[in-house]
């Protein structure tokens, strides 16, 4: 099971308690290795993202959220060259997003 931990630091000026985007979450997350086309070729398929609300604390004019997303994909590995194979993983990947909004 992989397991990695990101920080990312987004200013936002939404609503206090919405969520990180997904896409925002997959930027995150360490991207797949570069393969060779037609020799071997790394994805991600089947992406699930949960996202939980850590602590929300109110400095003055700015409302800072702690956000843990977690992500679960299958990690899939295609090898072309001699023999054709697929390999696939279940994975893991533990995302932490600080957001941080004015108060209006």
């Not at 992406?47 to 604390?57: E, P, S, W």
């Not at 003055?60 to 702690?66: K, N, P, R, W």
């Amino acid at each position: 099971m992989l397991a990695a931990i990101a920080m990312l630091v987004a200013l936002a000026s939404s609503t206090n308690r919405e969520p990180p985007a997904d896409a925002e979450v997959l930027r995150a997350i360490p991207q797949v290795t570069r393969g060779l086309p037609f020799v071997v070729g790394e994805f991600r398929d089947d992406v699930v993202i949960v996202k939980n609300l850590l602590k929300q604390k109110t400095v003055g004019a700015q409302v800072e959220t702690q956000w843990e997303c977690v992500a679960y994909y299958t990690r899939t590995i295609e090898l072309g060259v001699p023999f054709g194979a697929t390999l696939k993983k279940p994975c893991v990947t533990v995302i932490y997003i600080d957001k941080v909004s004015v108060v209006k």
